[in-house]
């Protein structure tokens, strides 16, 4: 199978033809066929519109909006006119690229084209400021996608203050076909120079004509008709989950300087390599720049090329996968007396959310899209619950060991602060029994009909004592849906704690048992200082669709069918 990146000796090329293969490009290229992206494809329709028009019905079109990371609204598509018609419903799809960890703020404002158009998808050239608007709606891509059978409908408002009554409006998410596919390629080449050791680099090409190298084969030795092992990468890493977007595939000549000779290329899209496989049609290999390389009769020959299906993240959601929220917070004496202003738990008069509320905020109110009863248990560790002497390593926050759930994330911060009176901080930081309890959770609710998926947040100030305990429940863990995401709180030096994140190796228990999988996510409040607490949510939040998914088709358990 060939690989992403390598270890090849790759240096700067000088020369017509000399090139080198640049490894940095290479290494973010996702062989495994996991990402965390989804293609989604947006229809809309409204009903109950307000008739503009005096002579006839309304002629209204949609016009879609993502916030930008700058705060501001960027129009991404669209849609056609619908003549004569207060519930229209579009046929043009609106594509937006959906990311899990982010709060993608969607808007949909209704127009009524009043300026003449000559046909009904022109409505590109149409100046909004001439139309008749009719009204917006406002929603996030993740409420959508957590509604049954991702549809949302709900009110067209305008004003200010917003008033209803200008109708409704629907949109309904469905992922891009093929867009989370497996790209199977199976390629030979012929008529290569003698004795040359090949290899192919396979490039996207952007819409500007830039090439973005994604895959690279093995060094096939000394052959002039070389065949290699067979590609295996992920359509949204080959194309960006186009099947139309050109590729270009180079053939080099390995060296060992690092200085590979380019032998040719060509361009296809896999469309066409899907069609080249079909006929046995070969792809011959243009010559390069100064004529040395290729000749008349190089090429290469496509026996196979097949996209697999692979189950995504957005599948297993809309399958009814539910994602369950657990909080753990960090009551140790470290963080300092909750009623001085220097303590970490301290509760500002002004309502300045502490660090340890700033980090619940921000990463459930994106997991709170995805929980279908919004119900969380909350635990909290390293503290003296009232009528204990000892610190309790595992205990619920708001008192009631039986029921330790609370209701949505502003029940999870009520209970956080209400607490702050009642427990004593005391130490140290055990971290494994709050994962233990984390597990068993997981664990009660395994069930291939009703999938489950656990997100442990630990809040923490300082370093655990634990460190071996800590590990081995972690390694127990990975057997679950469970993912464990553990912030650092205050300005302690967490370099330790990145033992944990087994992004460099992987876990190993004090018995020698390796974790089956990856799923820890640390990171440092003091990283994110002045950068909100969205952005935490987005660094801690990006690895879990890859984790949930390891976990699932490990199991070999499927999406269910979709809600």
């Known amino acids: 199978m ?27 290229a996702l062989a495994s066929g996991r990402k965390l992206f989804s293609n989604l494809q947006l229809s809309i329709s409204c009903s109950m519109l307000r008739n503009k028009d005096k002579a006839s ?40 690229t959906y990311h899990f960890e982010k709060v993608q703020r969607l808007r949909v404002e209704i127009y009524d084209a009043d300026s003449a158009f000559k046909t009904a998808d022109a409505t590109d050239r149409l100046q909004l400021d001439k139309q008749d608007f009719q009204g917006y709606a406002e929603i996030t891509i993740a409420e959508i996608i957590g509604r049954k ?29 093929n867009s989370n596919s497996l790209v199977q390629i199976d390629v030979r080449a012929s008529g290569l120079p003698r004795g040359a050791d090949a290899f192919l680099v396979l490039s996207r090409i952007s819409e500007m004509g830039a090439a973005a190298r994604c895959y690279k084969t093995e060094v096939v030795k000394s052959g002039k008709t070389p065949s290699f092992a067979r590609i295996s990468v992920a359509l949204s890493t080959l194309a960006n989950g186009d099947t139309l977007r050109p590729l270009r595939i180079e053939v080099f000549d390995y060296k060992k300087s690092g200085r ?3 032998i040719g290329m060509c361009e296809l899209s896999v469309n066409d390599i899907i069609s080249r496989a079909t006929s046995q049609e070969p792809a011959y290999l243009s010559r390069s720049q100064n004529g040395r390389g290729a000749g008349s009769d190089s090429m290469l020959i496509f026996d196979a090329c097949t996209l697999v299906p692979q189950p995504s993240f957005f599948d297993y959601i809309a399958g009814g996968c539910s994602l369950n929220f657990v909080v753990a917070i960090d009551y140790t004496a470290s963080n300092g007396p909750v009623n001085d202003p220097t303590s970490l738990h301290y509760q500002h ?12 905020q921000g990463v459930g ?11 969380y248990p909350v635990y909290g560790f390293g503290g003296c619950p009232p009528g204990e002497a000892v610190a309790n390593h595992c205990f619920a926050v708001t008192g009631n060991e039986a029921d330790p759930c609370v209701q949505g994330i502003a029940g999870v911060l009520e209970a956080y602060y209400a607490s702050l009176q009642r427990i004593k901080l005391h130490g140290p930081t055990l971290f494994a029994p709050v994962i233990a309890q984390a597990t068993a959770l997981a664990a009660s609710t395994l069930d291939p009909e009703r999938q489950n998926y656990w ?22 863990a990975a057997e679950y849906p469970i993912s464990v995401i553990i912030v650092g709180v205050g300005r302690e030096n967490f370099a330790p704690m990145r033992t944990l994140d087994g992004d460099d190796q992987r876990l190993r228990s004090s018995r020698g ?51």
């Open 2 to 28: 060939g690989c992403a990146a390598s270890t090849e000796n790759d240096r700067s090329a000088v020369g017509g033809n000399v090139q080198t293969v640049d490894e940095a490009s290479l290494a973010a």
């Open 57 to 96: 019905l309304s002629d209204p079109f949609a016009v879609v909006y993502l916030m930008a990371d700058s705060g501001h609204w960027t129009e991404v598509g669209r849609t056609e006119v619908v003549a004569n018609s207060l519930s229209p419903e579009f046929v043009k799809l609106i594509l937006v």
């Open 149 to 177: 059978g991702q549809c949302w409908e709900g009110d067209l408002v305008k004003g200010k203050p917003p008033t209803a009554g200008r109708g409704r409006v629907r949109i309904v998410a469905e992922e891009v076909a």
């Open 260 to 262: 590979h000779i380019l």
């Open 349 to 360: 008069p002004s309502g300045q959310l502490t660090e340890y509320a700033q980090a619940i």
């Open 365 to 375: 109110q994106v997991l709170a899209y995805y929980d279908s009863d919004q119900l």
């Open 455 to 476: 997100v442990l947040l630990l809040l923490t100030d300082g370093l655990i004592y634990d460190m071996d305990n800590c590990i081995d429940s972690l390694v127990a």
């Open 513 to 563: 048992q390796y974790a089956v999988r990856d799923i820890v996510q640390f990171v440092a409040m003091s990283d994110f200082v002045g950068r909100g607490y969205e952005e935490l949510a987005r660094e801690v939040l990006a690895e879990l669709p890859r984790q949930l998914l390891s976990y699932f088709t490990t199991k070999g358990i499927m999406p269910g069918k979709r809600q």
